[in-house]
């Protein structure tokens, strides 16, 4: 019965194929059937992946009020790990929006409410944003640590997709480092990864990263190349922020090679 009001397996096709705003509608009809028959905590909980798919669509501003009175409504019902789930999503939402210490602080309190309800997988997914967060303010000894944590632990649990996105981060870790045999193999390898897992927007990202680093070695048809389908596969998957960095990147590779 839930599983009817609810269409779970539509829901999360619509996610992972990249119908973004399917998802949503879907979410909040799962949502407003729950409210109508009095499951609360059922309808709180259809929320939390629309938090992640606002943010993956730019709505930025309609995904932090989302967050917000979600995490009320869980924290009131007494759900802390569905709390730590929005903890985590306002910690993306930040790290999105270059708010890297709030993101800090909110991948820190998603990471401690996980390891108390004994939730590696989130756990692992926590302390990844908290490194990608340190990262980006400059402490990268620090993250570099983290990441090297993260990794063992995804490893030692079978985590496959949680070690795609760390050596997605280490990467781009080693390229600001200089490190770009290191870097240009970890987003190598991370593409490959999400490719097999048929992830079209982690591999989306994934693409994009790896034409940024080639441009940054002005290795400029490999870095076109890439970034022209990192476009052409943002505009098919509703994903406008990330179209627009890539047709920026992708207009740097073009001036650079005489085509104005």
Request: glycine share 6%; hydrophobic share 45%.
């Amino acid at each position: 019965y839930v599983e009817k009001l609810a269409t779970p397996d539509v829901t999360i096709a619509d996610i992972i194929g990249g119908r973004l705003t399917e998802a949503a509608s879907a979410l909040d009809r799962a949502a407003r059937r729950f409210r109508r028959v009095g499951q609360a905590h059922h309808a709180a909980q259809t929320q939390v992946p629309k938090i992640m798919v606002l943010g993956i669509m730019g709505r930025h501003a309609e995904a932090a009020a989302c967050a917000e009175h979600t995490l009320c409504e869980l924290n009131r019902l007494g759900d802390p790990r569905a709390a730590a789930k929005v903890c985590l999503n306002l910690g993306s939402l930040a790290m999105r929006r270059d708010f890297y210490t709030d993101a800090a602080r909110h991948y820190r309190a998603a990471a401690a409410l996980f390891s108390r309800a004994g939730d590696r997988e989130h756990s692992v997914m926590a302390d990844i944003g908290l490194a990608d967060a340190l990262s980006a303010t400059g402490d990268l000894d620090e993250a570099a640590r983290r990441y090297a944590r993260a990794r063992m632990r995804a490893v030692s649990h079978g985590l496959p997709v949680l070690e795609a996105m760390i050596d997605e981060s280490m990467a781009l870790l080693d390229l600001s480092c200089g490190r770009y045999r290191d870097a240009l193999g970890g987003l190598e390898r991370s593409r490959r990864c999400y490719e097999q897992l048929h992830m079209p927007q982690q591999l989306a990202i994934a693409e994009k990263q790896l034409g940024d680093a080639y441009l940054e070695l002005r290795l400029l048809p490999e870095a076109t190349a890439l970034l022209e389908e990192a476009v052409s596969r943002f505009d098919s998957l509703a994903m406008p922020d990330d179209q627009a960095w890539a047709m920026a990147q992708l207009g740097r590779a073009r001036a650079l090679q005489g085509h104005i």
